[in-house]
């Protein structure tokens, strides 16, 4: 089990669901102002980060072969200790909701295998805010974070990292506070404006996005891209990705790494990956527990204190049943 979130590196900017809304945009603002959005991990245009990030090239985590999910997520191979792996580690973080708690799951691969996995089962506190979601999902990322014993080179998170009000989203404030190289994979557009339209493009189509009025501070700036990875021949309908700079890289690599990761799906392998691992788990703890929900209220102080691995949830919750 992992300590007490040994990955954070600035803990004034763990996300703290209790802030009124003026303080965290008041802490995003600080996140966004700490955080480097080039590829050679220096400081630039105002921003400073306390060390030098080497974000990996794209070519050194390109995806041979997608896992095949028809029996599951693949098993951590346990061959890649966080000291002896010569190619870069790569961490896709996603979750799954449990009413008033949510399961986020961390997969790592490294060289198209999958090295380690890890979970955790936190409260939500707060509802969606949008610009916010950080506060709400954010807490939950780092439990899972701090279950893995291997040390990530990127994460790449479902959510916005620059693309964002405040240029400071899911990724961005995951990154700094971790002090990682970080990318956010959106769905849909909270913000900014593409350079042409995105209907109807192709496989590996590509646009910029903008900022606009309702970014502060980027007058214009790119701050990610649209990427069409995924696209049906005769009925072209898939939505873009909306890819961003979280922290430690800049727009163009930021939609590379996410291009070499894809294989072919319209995900990234690493968030594909985590996304049906959340998903495995939530159907675990939903048929397997039916007592589970009335473990969770009577347990309430504890959940509201402790941050649980999925494990251990379901080592209690079988104690509990028996």
Known sequence: MGGQLPSVAHPEFVPNPELTRD????????IADMAVYTDSGDASGGRRSDRRLTPPEPAAVSLDEAADLSDGVPEPSNTVSDTDHQEPVVVGIDQAFLA????????????????????????LKIPYIP??????????????LDQLQISPDVLILDGSGRIHYRQAGLATHIGVTT??????????????????????????????????????SADETVIGHAYQSRQYQNSPRINPLYISPGHGLGAVRARDLVAALCGGYKLPEPTRLADAFADELKR????????IPNFAVSTDQVFKSVRLPY????????????
């Open 131 to 144: 610009g916010l979601l950080a506060f709400r999902e954010g807490g939950p990322v780092l439990a899972a």
């Open 179 to 216: 002090e990682t190289p970080a990318v956010g994979v959106a769905k849909s557009l909270l913000c900014g404006v593409p350079d042409d339209s995105v209907d109807g493009r192709p496989a590996e189509w590509s646009t910029p996005i903008r900022a606009d009025s309702q970014v502060e």
């Open 100 to 123: 008033e708690r949510v399961i986020s799951a961390a997969v790592a691969l490294c060289g198209n295998e999958v090295v380690e996995r890890a979970s955790a089962v936190t409260p």
């Open 311 to 322: 494990e251990l949830l379901r080592e209690l919750a079988c104690k509990n049943l028996n």
């Open 23 to 30: 303080e965290m945009r008041t802490l995003q603002r600080e």
């Open 284 to 291: 675990e703890f939903d048929s397997q527990w039916p007592a």
